[in-house]
Nanobody, 124 residues
């Protein structure tokens, strides 16, 4: 069974940091692009970031550019999202998702496997 499991969410004060992890089981991530998404209460899902299968290419939503960094360790079958300078508007459930995409570019369309999400709350 192909699974992605997110972890690392929690409550953090504005300006703080969190690192989310996305661990795969049942398959290896080597040829999968990984996207991070978030959904705030009452809002639609937003793509936050995408990383290519090799990790050589990444992209970010304008709302998080310069504050969030996506990375991956294929040896650990895990992708990370480092979130710095967090703002209350970053509060959301964060999901990771995978798509078979052994390309140089980071492309996260047609996602095939989704995690269950982890809640990030930014509040004082």
């Amino acid at each position: 069974q192909l699974q992605l499991v997110e972890s690392g969410g929690g409550l953090v004060q504005p300006g703080g940091s969190l690192r989310l992890s996305c661990a795969a089981s049942g398959f290896t991530l080597d040829y999968y692009a990984i996207g991070w998404f978030r959904q705030a209460p009452g809002q639609g899902r937003e793509e936050v970031s995408c990383i290519s299968s090799s990790g050589g290419d990444t992209n970010y939503a304008d709302s998080v550019k310069g504050r969030f960094t996506v990375s991956r360790d294929n040896a650990k079958n895990t992708v990370y999202l480092q979130m710095n300078s967090l703002k209350p508007e970053d509060t959301a459930v964060y999901y990771c998702a995978a798509v078979w995409m052994p390309t140089v570019q980071a492309m996260c369309g047609g996602l095939e496997v989704w995690g269950q999400g982890t809640l990030v709350t930014v509040s004082s």
